[in-house]
C-alpha cells in the first residue's frame, strides 16, 4: 500500500470492545470515512469473548466494505514480554510486599499495543499518521495528544457520543452488545468483571488462575486483586465487601 506522505495516514487502532465496534459499525453505515489502515493489537493474552465477538459480526462486516481488519501479534514487533529487561513484572499488579496492599505501575498497555502498533506500521510504510481511538465523552480524562509523527483522533468524541451511544449504535446494526475487551489476567478486572468472566469465559479464568500462580513462583507477593487472596477463592456474590472493586487508571489497555 502507498501513501501519500504530505498527508498523515489514518490508522484505526481498534481494541476489540464496546467503542471500537461501534467505530466498525459507523464505518460500515458510512458514517465514517474507511481509514488509511485498520488494526488490533493481540496482546496472546486477550478474552475469547473478544475473538469470538470480532469473528462472527465485525471482521465480516468490515470485509464487506472492504476494509481489513489486521490482526498483529504482540509477540512479533514486542522486545518484551511479562517482565522488562530490568526484571520487573509489566502489567499494574498487586504486592503485599511491604504494610497493606499496592499497586504496581501499568506498562503492558504501553509495550504491548501502542509500540507494537507503530512498528507493524511503520513496517507498512507509515511515515506519519493519526491514530484513531476509540474514547467517548464520558472517558474525556483518557484523552491524551503526543507530539510528533504520531497524532491521536477520537472519532467518537467528535461525535459527542458516549459508551452508551455506542451501545445503541451497534445494536442499531444489527450486532448484540459486545462483551468488554481486555486481558483474561488483568488486574484492572473489577470483582464484577472476574465474575463475569469466569461465567462466561471460564477457560480464560482457568487461566487467570494459573496465571497468578505462575507470578507467584517469581514474586510470592504479587496478585490480580487487591484482596491478598487467591484469584481462584474469589466470590462475585460474596457480602464481606472487600473484593476489588476497579482501578483502571492508564486509559490506554484497550486502544
Not at 496465571?211 to 517469581?218: A, D, N, S, T, V
Request: aromatic residues 10%; contains cysteine; charged residues 25%.
Amino acid at each position: 500500500m502507498k501513501f501519500n506522505n504530505e498527508n498523515r495516514t489514518q490508522i484505526w487502532s481498534s481494541g476489540g470492545g464496546v467503542q471500537s465496534s461501534a467505530i466498525a459499525a459507523l464505518i460500515c453505515m458510512g458514517e465514517l470515512p474507511k481509514p488509511d489502515l485498520s488494526v488490533i493489537i493481540n496482546t496472546e493474552r486477550e478474552l475469547s469473548t473478544t475473538w469470538l465477538y470480532l469473528h462472527n459480526y465485525v471482521i465480516p462486516a468490515l470485509a464487506k466494505c472492504g476494509i481489513e481488519l489486521h490482526i498483529v501479534n504482540k509477540s512479533e514487533f514486542a522486545t518484551v514480554d511479562l517482565y522488562s529487561s530490568k526484571g520487573d513484572i509489566l502489567i499494574p499488579a498487586f504486592t503485599t510486599q511491604g504494610d497493606g496492599i499496592g499497586k504496581l505501575p501499568t506498562y503492558c498497555s504501553n509495550e504491548w499495543k501502542q509500540r507494537v502498533m507503530r512498528r507493524w506500521a511503520i513496517k507498512q510504510g507509515v511515515k506519519s499518521a493519526e491514530v484513531w481511538i476509540g474514547f467517548t465523552i464520558d472517558e474525556m480524562k483518557r484523552v491524551t495528544q503526543p507530539i510528533g509523527k504520531w497524532q491521536n483522533k477520537y472519532p467518537l468524541i467528535e461525535k459527542r457520543l458516549t459508551r452508551g451511544d455506542c451501545i445503541a449504535i451497534v445494536k442499531r446494526f444489527g450486532w448484540p452488545e459486545p462483551p468488554r475487551s481486555s486481558c483474561y489476567n488483568c488486574p484492572n478486572h473489577s470483582s464484577h468483571d472476574w465474575e463475569w468472566q469466569k461465567i462466561n469465559a471460564p477457560i480464560d479464568h482457568k487461566k487467570a488462575i494459573e496465571f497468578e500462580k505462575q507470578i507467584q513462583k517469581i514474586d510470592p507477593d504479587l496478585w490480580l486483586t487487591d484482596t491478598g487472596r487467591p484469584l481462584s477463592e474469589h466470590d462475585g456474590s460474596s457480602k464481606n465487601g472487600d473484593f476489588f472493586t476497579g482501578r483502571c487508571t492508564s486509559g490506554m489497555c484497550f486502544v
